[in-house]
């Protein structure tokens, strides 16, 4: 009996506390949308003074679900978030054109992407820790580049090569030098 009472009140309590269109003001911020308990929780926007726009989910007053975003310098993000932190799948397009689709964790590239840059070149593959890790660099020209790129920005090891013409090559780096 007891458990059925505190259900009841704590549901109600609950559902009061839920408000569809409430709106809050913070230092730095406006939130409109859904809350919990005063925090947004559900769907909602914030707005921020600086430029910044999200909008999407909310649980707990943290960014949790599917969401949106534009940042102040023009760059957008499409995809999902978890507690706060951009994780899972998502698309970030950069204020000079250049594009990553693909899986993120904890804020960064993670896992299978593809990073199509601004001048044209598109890498698709994998990413470990915000770089592209292995897969296939394709140049302006065509040209295809294949193997494992390191995140310190020198090239090392053995890499396919692919003319546009189809004709193929294996290329040899040694600490960021031509080898063979």
């Not at 951009?86 to 397009?93: D, E, F, L, R, S």
Request: aromatic share 18%; no cysteine.
């Amino acid at each position: 009996m007891f458990k059925k009472i505190f259900f009841i009140i704590f549901s109600f309590i609950a559902l009061e506390s839920f408000v569809v269109a409430d709106i809050i003001e913070y230092e730095k911020a406006t939130y409109e949308g859904q809350t919990f308990f005063g925090d947004p929780h559900g769907r909602g926007e914030m707005t921020f003074t600086d430029g910044e726009i999200y909008t999407g989910q909310y649980k707990f007053g943290l960014r949790h679900g599917r969401g949106s975003v534009i940042f102040p310098d023009g760059s957008t993000y499409v995809g999902q978030y978890s507690e706060g932190i951009i994780n899972g799948a998502g698309v970030y397009t950069y204020s000079n054109g250049s594009k990553y689709t693909g899986m993120h964790k904890e804020g960064l590239f993670e896992g299978k992407g593809r990073f199509e840059y601004a001048d044209g070149r598109l890498f698709e593959g994998t990413f470990k820790n915000d770089w592209r890790y292995e897969g296939i660099l394709t140049l302006n020209d065509g040209t295809t580049m294949e193997g494992i790129f390191p995140k310190e920005g020198k090239t090392d090891g053995k890499y396919n090569i692919t003319y546009e013409d189809g004709s193929k090559e294996i290329w040899t780096f040694k600490d960021g030098e031509f080898v063979e």
